[in-house]
């Protein structure tokens, strides 16, 4: 864990580490790693990965339509929209 | 009449015998929440709705099961025209339009949502320090956390405000709270009770459960909290028991599992002797122990802090300033938005972990630590499967000591992660488990903690009441025991 990786994984993250902070955050995230180091001790040759403790798969729903409209609901709790659609600043010039 | 400090089984008794209004129930609610300032265990109440519904209940007799019952919900849950913040500068302003599964199922039982309790932010943490809104106090002393990340939710019922609340559970977050409050809290079986409308942090961990005086309590309201629901899809769908029925059930025969592998001797001594005493007290009800072995049970910390991190990393990607939240001023671009309202809208904690899950998801990496972690993860839970064959429940002290002083563990990270030792590996693994209180140290509570098998909630549950049948830790207020 270094200054590179770190500006990789906070673009990654979309996140800005201020000056001010990034050795504490180096300092934190190579202990961290170094903490979860000691899994590549254990032998786990054959062993599945374990994604979630139900092992099913996403129960399908039976098609039919049940969302009502909430655009308006929604849009009113968005921190800029109009009428119709969520605004960002321009993306295309 | 006070309702301070009374179970929900105490005051369902009082209103039945007129001895109390609903209305009554609620002001004094508010009132104690006023008196208790300063635990600063609530981000929004919500008064004026709360006293209308009580009328209603005084205005119109209801059969519900949980009429008027007042309750606290974790500001992680989604509450309809009820602010909901997660803890977190990013929702400071977000008024959600609908609400979670278990508000509704709670509300439909007839419980009042008195308002949403302060916790970590975006529950990450073992302290509730990391909350946007402020430390909260625990009632037992000055300057103790309360344990997190549930930490308003176990502070508001340990100082009696409200018989329950309730509580979200991702490594410990609802049982080391308890823990070190005093109070009863169960993490239900992974599945068991919806996750619709809770904000998520982990998605493979996190699991909603009360908190309450009692386990009996925690039995009423998971009845009600547990449902199938078509909007969560790893909701289930097995059938879902009268938690109540069982509570009585003699332990004669039981088979207790205790972990040979886990190594006591970094505990506070007390916790150990107090930890023996309850064992001593099952076996007086007619249980055995019974040796097990949990060999990878060290190793649910590191295999915890890639997961969640991981999980995290992708569910709080959502966070972006664009549909609902908040939004950062004076951008020049879309990129510049995502990233001025993240880092301005996110704490110290919660970065940490997003970094975290994005390196060890990162190209490169994610067979080294995430798939190698889901890999150990699976042997955790099949050391269980193992041990579920010959016992009945596993137990283990919940937390390595009683509550600590706000600020106390320094500013390493892991010092604070190792809080969670000996609750992460029931939710790596899925399995039900409580924490409730089994003795002081230096007047502050501390807990034991009860794993069950898949699904098996009835059986701790079970265990616990008959414990507290026969004990009286859970009578223990910060004022002294309860008359």
């Known amino acids: 864990m270094d200054k590179k990786t770190v500006t990789t994984i906070s673009y990654l993250s979309r996140l800005k580490i201020d000056g001010e902070k990034e050795e504490k955050i180096i300092k934190d995230l190579s202990n961290i790693i170094e903490f979860v180091d000691q899994l590549n001790d254990v032998d786990t040759t054959e062993i599945a990965p374990l994604k979630n403790p139900l092992e099913k798969t996403a129960k399908t729903r039976k098609d039919i339509v049940t969302a009502k409209n909430l655009k308006k609901e929604m849009l009113e709790v968005a921190p800029s929209a109009n009428e119709d659609y969520f605004l960002v600043p321009r993306v295309v010039e | ?483």
């Open chain 2, 1 to 483: 009449m006070t309702i301070k400090y009374k179970s929900i089984k105490e005051i369902k008794s009082m209103i039945s015998q007129k001895e109390i209004s609903y209305k009554e129930i609620i002001e004094e609610v508010y009132k104690l929440i006023k008196e208790n300032e300063d635990l600063n265990a609530f981000i929004t109440l919500n008064e004026e709705e709360s006293i209308k519904k009580a009328e209603e209940f005084d205005n119109n007799s209801s059969n519900l099961p949980l009429a008027g019952i007042p309750i606290a919900q974790k500001d992680l849950f989604c509450s309809k025209n009820l602010r909901t913040t997660c803890g977190s500068n990013i929702l400071n302003n977000f008024i959600p339009p609908y609400s979670a599964t278990v508000i509704e199922n709670l509300e439909n039982a007839g419980c009042i949502s008195i308002g949403k309790t302060n916790m970590d932010e975006f529950a990450m943490g073992s302290s509730n320090e990391t909350s946007f809104f402020g430390n909260v106090q625990n009632p037992w002393g000055k300057n103790l956390v309360p344990g997190g990340s549930s930490g308003g939710s176990a502070s508001a019922v340990s100082a009696g405000i409200v018989p329950a609340a309730t509580g979200t559970d991702t490594g410990g977050s609802i049982r080391q709270p308890a823990s070190l409050c005093g109070i009863t809290g169960l993490k239900p079986t992974y599945g068991r009770v919806s996750r619709w409308g809770m904000i998520a942090f982990a998605s493979s961990l996190d699991q909603a459960g009360p908190m309450a005086r009692t386990a009996e309590d925690c039995a009423l309201i998971l009845n009600e909290m547990c449902s199938h629901d078509e909007k969560d899809t790893t909701s289930l769908e097995d059938e879902i028991p009268n938690f109540e029925e069982s509570l009585n059930n003699s332990l004669k025969n039981k088979k207790i599992g205790i972990v040979k592998d886990l190594d006591l001797s970094s505990l506070n001594n007390d916790v150990v002797e107090i930890y023996h005493n309850s064992l001593k007290e099952f076996e007086s009800l007619g249980a055995e122990l019974v040796d097990i072995s949990l060999p990878n049970l060290s190793l649910s910390v590191p295999t915890y802090y890639v997961v969640a991190p991981a999980e995290c990393s992708s569910n709080l990607s959502r966070f972006d300033g664009v549909k609902f939240g908040m939004r950062s001023e004076d951008v020049k671009d879309l990129e510049e938005l995502y990233v001025k309202t993240r880092s301005e809208g996110f704490g110290d904690e919660v970065k940490r972990r997003i970094l975290i899950g994005s390196y060890v998801l990162s190209a490169g990496y994610y067979d080294a630590y995430y798939k190698k972690a889901q890999q150990v993860r699976r042997l955790i839970k099949n050391d269980f499967d193992n041990a579920f064959k010959n016992i009945d429940v596993i137990m283990t002290p919940t937390t390595r000591g009683p509550a600590f002083e706000m600020g106390s563990k320094g500013d390493d990270p892991i010092q604070m992660y190792l809080e969670d030792l000996f609750t992460i590996s029931a939710n790596l693994a899925g399995l039900p488990a409580i924490s409730l209180p089994n003795g002081n140290i230096q007047n502050k509570p501390i807990g034991l903690q009860i794993i069950g098998n898949f699904l098996d909630e009835s059986t701790i549950l079970n265990f616990a009441h008959m414990y507290q049948n026969e004990t009286n830790w859970h009578m223990y207020t910060p004022e002294g025991i309860k008359q």
